[in-house]
């Protein structure tokens, strides 16, 4: 294809000087005289036939043109810049994107233990808050990610599920210590929701047939999991967990389970990754050490809500396997 663009240099001389508003500090930018800068902007303007910049006193103001192309430009160095720090990257390192949660409660460990395991392989872990988990392997500079989700990642994304979502009440330990609740301790507990939505009591409360009898309505609402399992612990209420994520905490006794019933959400967590980029052997390292990490889980002996059948944990690869 041929293609009628203005030179790169000119294009990038634009980019700066609009974005400091100033040829000089684009000059010291660039490391280039700010005359050099000067006669890039005219390239360009003789180039598409307009002004670009408008002097008001000492001011320099964009025109109504180049309003219309230093979005676009903006958004092509950008995309520039993403493809040359792939090619940069160090093949050692692995960049991993996770939920803040899940990285907290579960891999922050794992990855510790990968590492003294791994030596060769940096893993550089980037703990991100998503109220809906996603990642962006085009505009995001991750080589793989954690996402809880209901899979379904399309052709261009190689995939791992984990672990399934199991929904579980906790509350402070010395709140569960006279053994499980009964309804009527439940409907007067303060609920803690660890979303804004409410949807993780919601789904509780409809898999146990709960939902008439146990309002949501009041009670604190979070925005992520982790503070609604670290202000139940505390005696602010009852929150709902992860059985995954909260398993250390039940067995070191600095959480009680008051309803011993967990309820599959229908969302897992997968490590995702996408196909044919570099650096997918180490990639699969840490796939295989995070399914044998899996595996070798231990998590509280439960009764297990799925679907119209409840299932009495008595240990992980049941739990796995369900």
């Keep these: 294809?041929?293609?009628?663009?203005?030179?790169?240099?000119?294009?990038?001389?634009?980019?700066?000087?609009?974005?400091?508003?100033?040829?000089?500090?684009?000059?010291?930018?660039?490391?280039?005289?700010?005359?050099?800068?000067?006669?890039?902007?005219?390239?360009?303007?003789?180039?598409?036939?307009?002004?670009?910049?408008?002097?008001r006193g000492r001011t320099l103001q964009l025109s109504e043109s180049a309003r219309l192309l230093l979005p676009g430009l903006r958004e092509g160095f950008d995309s520039l810049e993403r493809a040359c720090t792939t090619l940069r990257?160090?093949?050692?390192?692995?960049?991993?994107?996770?939920?803040?949660?899940?990285?907290?409660?579960?891999?922050?460990?794992?990855?510790?233990?990968?590492r003294l395991q791994n030596s060769d392989v940096e893993v550089q872990l980037t703990s991100a808050w998503m109220d809906v988990d996603v990642v962006d392997f085009q505009r995001e500079p991750f080589d793989c990610a954690v996402l809880l989700s209901e899979g379904g990642f399309g052709d261009s994304w190689d995939s791992e599920k984990l672990f399934d979502e199991w929904l579980i009440p906790v509350c402070a330990p010395e709140a569960a210590r006279d053994g499980a609740w009964d309804l009527a301790r439940l409907q007067g507990a303060e609920l803690l929701h660890p979303t804004p939505d409410r949807r993780d009591w919601r789904r509780w409360l409809q898999a146990m047939g709960l939902m008439e009898q146990v309002p949501l309505k009041g009670g604190q609402v979070f925005d992520t999991l982790e503070l609604g399992i670290v202000a139940a612990a505390r005696g602010y209420g009852v929150s709902i967990g992860d059985l995954v994520m909260v398993a250390e905490d039940v067995a070191q006794g600095r959480l009680g389970l008051p309803w011993p019933t967990a309820v599959l959400s229908g969302s897992s967590y997968y490590l995702v990754w996408p196909k044919g980029r570099r650096g997918q052997e180490r990639v699969r390292r840490l796939r295989d050490f995070?399914?044998?990490?899996?595996?070798?889980?231990?998590?509280?002996?439960?009764?297990?809500?799925?679907?119209?059948?409840?299932?009495?944990?008595?240990k992980t690869d049941e739990m796995i396997s369900l």
Excluded at 5 to 23: K, M, T
Excluded at 42 to 55: K, Q, V
Excluded at 92 to 112: D, F, I, Q, V, Y
């Design 1 to 55: 294809m041929n293609r009628h663009l203005p030179p790169l240099y000119a294009l990038r001389a634009f980019e700066a000087a609009a974005r400091h508003a100033s040829f000089t500090r684009a000059a010291e930018e660039l490391a280039i005289t700010q005359s050099a800068v000067s006669r890039h902007v005219r390239t360009l303007e003789e180039h598409f036939g307009c002004r670009l910049f408008e002097r």
């Design 89 to 114: 990257a160090d093949d050692t390192t692995l960049r991993l994107k996770a939920p803040s949660t899940l990285t907290m409660r579960w891999l922050l460990a794992r990855l510790s233990r990968f």
């Design 290 to 314: 995070l399914m044998a990490e899996v595996a070798a889980m231990k998590t509280p002996d439960v009764a297990l809500f799925r679907g119209e059948n409840v299932t009495k944990l008595q």
